[in-house]
């Protein structure tokens, strides 16, 4: 159920990538409180960005999850840009995150919804 989407103008190596994906799918899991085996992470390739009027790094998260509560999003949001800072070295205050809440009969999976 949850998803998390990760977009910036930064080149990032397969292998980083890969490192990510892993990182952002249990620490996705932990804080949502989430099976992972439901959890899907993908990082688009490299995005023309500017933020803040520069292009230096940034990103762009968006974390969508049934029944993602929003006294939540606080510390998700510490915790997604903690993983954006160690990983990519961008500093937190160019990570925008739109968090989601999504209702069941919205999201499908397995021919179905939740």
Do not use: H
Not at 12 to 33: F, M, R, T, W
Not at 59 to 82: D, F, H, R, W
């Amino acid at each position: 159920m949850p998803y998390l989407k990760i977009q910036t103008n930064r080149e990032i190596a397969d292998d980083v990538k890969q490192e990510i994906l892993k990182k952002a799918s249990v620490l996705v899991s932990k804080n949502l409180g989430k099976p992972e085996k439901y959890v899907m992470v993908r990082i688009d390739p490299v995005q023309t960005m500017r933020f803040a009027g520069s292009n230096a790094p940034c990103a762009y998260l968006e974390l969508k999850s049934i029944g993602l509560p929003e006294s939540k999003t606080e510390m998700l949001s510490k915790v997604l840009c903690q993983l954006i800072w160690d990983e990519l070295k961008i500093p937190t205050e160019r990570v925008y995150i739109e968090f989601a809440d999504a209702k069941e009969s919205m999201w499908g999976w397995n021919s179905g919804t939740f």
